[in-house]
């Protein structure tokens, strides 16, 4: 199996389609065997930069004329229960854009269906197989910060709730390499300086789902005594510098920030004690003139190691749903204003289930249908962006 070429098919053909084939083309045990989308365009201009020309409209046609080993699924959020169920029951492996779904009843499908199937589900988290999140597991490793006791992360500045579904997933699930597990949830999210309220419950920009909160701030107890904080905020201006992590030892830090880390061989911070960079770790196969970012071929290189060894990804379908899990408890424990333990017993959407459960004493009606751009979005919220 070490030496088999894995046959790769790709469902969506924007931008981050786009980036998920480059990372296929560059990996030298992958090849693309065929692309899908709904739009020529798309299609041809993909097909033209790869050299893919074998195009299609219908995956069902896609997948049953050219038998990839892994289909990937870079589509809106609101699209991925269909398609990954489609694509599961020809008995494919597959890889899905985050957050894998909208609620934890429609992730529950899909890994029951991929083990029904035995297939594999990986969640496109990239950035925990990068070349900075895999320097600051070697530095864990190598002791250089002892006993991991606290986490934390935060995200670019987007509205609460949207940041959460957006870019809070990816955050989550870096954490979860360091926590293991999250067990209970704690949050407290306000709009317009306020607690939440059921008429704060809206669907997110970009088919995200339901959400709530224009800041969050939640705290996690996670496996071992390690706890850890996770900021979504509104900023006035998004703020890309301050999406980061940070890790606190029993002797020492590490700092993360993209596809670079450092780390201060003390855990506190004292003026006299510099970070030190630390040198980031690239998949064996990664070469600088790759035209795909490393962190995305990291993933790639993490999916040919899972089929080869019959193991799963590190970013699998069982953590991608943890991470909605996590996600879900947030907005649980704010709307609640309880703690909330993992994993739910109700697996309903809890906003929505906590709106219905005031909607007998309150006239609520049905949620407002709000545009898909976030733009356009936060000027419906009385916002004007940055």
Same mark, same amino acid.
């Given at each position: 199996?070490?030496?088999?070429?894995?046959?790769?098919?790709?469902?969506?053909?924007?931008? *981050?389609?786009?980036?998920?084939?480059?990372?296929?083309?560059?990996?030298?045990?992958?090849?693309?065997?065929?692309?899908?989308?709904?739009?020529?365009?798309?299609?041809?201009?993909?097909?033209?930069?790869?050299?893919?020309?074998?195009?299609?409209?219908?995956?069902?046609?896609?997948?049953?004329?050219?038998?990839?080993?892994?289909?990937?699924?870079?589509?809106?959020?609101?699209?991925?229960?269909?398609?990954?169920? *489609?694509?599961?029951?020809?008995?494919?492996?597959?890889?899905?854009?985050?957050?894998?779904?909208?609620?934890?009843?429609?992730?529950?499908?899909?890994?029951?269906?991929?083990?029904?199937?035995?297939?594999?589900?990986?969640?496109?988290?990239?950035?925990?197989?990068?070349?900075?999140?895999?320097?600051?597991?070697?530095?864990?490793?190598?002791?250089?910060? %002892?006993?991991?006791?606290?986490?934390?992360?935060?995200?670019?500045?987007?509205?609460? %709730?949207?940041?959460?579904?957006?870019?809070?997933?990816?955050?989550?699930?870096?954490?979860?390499?360091?926590?293991?597990?999250?067990?209970?949830?704690?949050?407290?999210?306000?709009?317009?300086?306020?607690?939440?309220?059921?008429?704060?419950?809206?669907?997110?920009?970009?088919?995200?789902?339901?959400?709530?909160?224009?800041?969050?701030?939640?705290?996690?107890?996670?496996?071992?005594?390690?706890?850890?904080?996770?900021?979504?905020?509104r900023?006035?201006?998004?703020?890309?510098?301050?999406?980061?992590m940070?890790?606190?030892g029993?002797?020492?830090?590490?700092?993360?920030?993209?596809?670079?880390?450092?780390?201060?061989?003390?855990?506190?911070?004292?003026?006299?004690?510099?970070?030190?960079?630390?040198?980031?770790?690239?998949?064996?196969?990664?070469?600088?003139?790759n035209?795909?970012?490393?962190?995305?071929?990291?993933?790639?290189?993490?999916?040919?190691?899972?089929?080869?060894?019959?193991d799963?990804?590190?970013?699998? %379908?069982?953590?991608? *749903?943890?991470?909605?899990?996590?996600?879900?408890?947030?907005?649980?424990?704010?709307?609640?204003?309880?703690?909330?333990?993992?994993?739910?017993?109700?697996?309903?959407?809890p906003?929505?289930?906590?709106?219905?459960?005031?909607?007998?004493?309150?006239e609520?009606?049905?949620?407002?249908?709000l545009?898909?751009?976030?733009s356009?979005?936060?000027?419906?919220?009385?916002?004007?962006?940055?």
């Amino acid at each position: 199996m070490k030496d088999k070429i894995y046959r790769v098919a790709i469902l969506g053909c924007r931008g *981050r389609g786009r980036a998920a084939a480059l990372a296929y083309h560059d990996h030298p045990r992958t090849q693309i065997v065929s692309l899908c989308d709904l739009v020529q365009e798309r299609l041809d201009n993909l097909g033209t930069e790869l050299d893919v020309p074998a195009q299609y409209t219908d995956l069902d046609q896609m997948i049953q004329e050219n038998e990839p080993d892994i289909v990937a699924i870079p589509t809106g959020t609101e699209f991925h229960y269909d398609l990954c169920m *489609r694509v599961l029951e020809h008995g494919v492996h597959i890889e899905v854009e985050k957050p894998m779904c909208v609620d934890l009843i429609q992730a529950d499908a899909v890994m029951a269906k991929a083990e029904s199937k035995k297939c594999k589900v990986a969640v496109h988290h990239q950035g925990r197989v990068g070349p900075g999140m895999l320097a600051l597991q070697r530095a864990v490793d190598q002791g250089k910060i %002892g006993q991991i006791r606290y986490l934390y992360g935060s995200g670019k500045g987007y509205y609460g %709730g949207y940041g959460l579904m957006n870019i809070g997933t990816h955050m989550i699930n870096n954490m979860l390499r360091f926590g293991q597990q999250c067990h209970s949830v704690v949050t407290q999210a306000t709009t317009n300086g306020r607690p939440i309220q059921p008429t704060d419950v809206v669907p997110s920009p970009s088919g995200m789902g339901t959400i709530a909160g224009e800041y969050i701030s939640a705290t996690f107890q996670f496996t071992g005594n390690v706890t850890g904080t996770l900021l979504q905020h509104r900023f006035d201006q998004m703020d890309t510098s301050a999406y980061v992590m940070e890790i606190l030892g029993s002797e020492g830090r590490l700092f993360w920030k993209g596809d670079q880390a450092w780390w201060l061989p003390q855990p506190h911070y004292l003026p006299d004690r510099q970070w030190e960079a630390l040198e980031p770790v690239f998949s064996d196969d990664y070469q600088r003139g790759n035209r795909s970012d490393a962190s995305d071929f990291g993933f790639v290189d993490e999916y040919v190691r899972t089929l080869d060894d019959d193991d799963q990804h590190q970013c699998s %379908g069982y953590q991608g *749903r943890h991470v909605l899990e996590i996600m879900m408890g947030i907005f649980e424990s704010a709307a609640y204003g309880i703690r909330v333990d993992l994993p739910q017993k109700d697996r309903q959407h809890p906003l929505l289930r906590w709106r219905a459960d005031r909607h007998s004493n309150e006239e609520l009606g049905d949620l407002d249908l709000l545009p898909r751009d976030y733009s356009s979005w936060l000027s419906r919220q009385g916002i004007e962006r940055f």
